[in-house]
């Protein structure tokens, strides 16, 4: 099995910034097989459990957030073509320029879903990569068509990094024995009509109703059982390599609906992965390339899926 390094010289070939999304890539991998360390000792380690206070998006952080976020600032930051850093758990953007007055920007999610860690579900780093001209702060609002690389890194049974640097979707999974993250699935492609249907059933009352129906009907036409873990790197990885629905949609109550999901660090690089991989993702309602995001912790709704499905849901609205 090729290992990552060879990959990636072989993939990026002819990329203009080949040296550039390499040395990313690498120490986003790098960031994986530290955080799959510690979310594998952390129950050892009193690693469990609340930080005491909360993020900007009023969550209740978790040590492991803290954590987390510390061990991606500390790798990211050094990164020699990293110039800003914006992360879930961070008010502001983070500057690294060093002086530099272009580069490339990373926004991340340390360990979304982390919540889920104390019973040992699944949980995982999401990133997105962004050129910058730099004015970080502005630059991180680009759309998501302007991401150079985005991918996630999952903790689960294995760790996987799963990856797309605007030409496939490809997996790789961390070898414990080597230490290396191998090449398990490459240019990974969704199946249609298969797979699960994901969301949480909280939403249904506390939605639009016609878009709520528009949710029970794609259950009870495509006749497909429902999986919800409540970690989206773990639910959009499912449906990746299962097909199926995934959606958080905007909830509240009539007039005054809110997306839960953030759009810098979840939404933009899981549905552009969705996207590169041949599904679709709508963001507050509309395709991904139409939205323009206007705030770094932009919440927005999500719905998105295997090709088949958002047909049939599109068709059902
Ligand atoms: P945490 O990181 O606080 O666990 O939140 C995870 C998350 O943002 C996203 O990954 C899930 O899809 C969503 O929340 C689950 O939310 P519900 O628990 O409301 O279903």
Redesign the pocket.
Known sequence: MKTLSHYLLEHLKGYENQRELDLIISDIADLGKKISHEVQRSGLLDLHGAAGGQNVHD?EVQKLDERTNDLAKEILGVNEHIIGLASEEEEDVVDVSDGKKSGYLAAFDP??????IDTNMPVGTIFSILPSTGDIKNDFLQPSGAQVAAGYILYSSSTVLVFSVGSGVHEFTLDPDSGDFLLTNENITIPENAGYIAY?P?VLPNMPEDRAEAYRQLVLQTGRSMR?V????A?VHRTLLKGGFFA?PSVGSKGNYKG??RLQY?AKPLGWLMEQAGGKTLLDGLAISELEPKELHQKVSVEMGDAGVMKLFEKLL
């Open positions: 969550d360990l979304d879903g982390s919540s889920n949480n909280y919800y409540g970690a989206m790197v639910d958080y839960k999901l979840e």
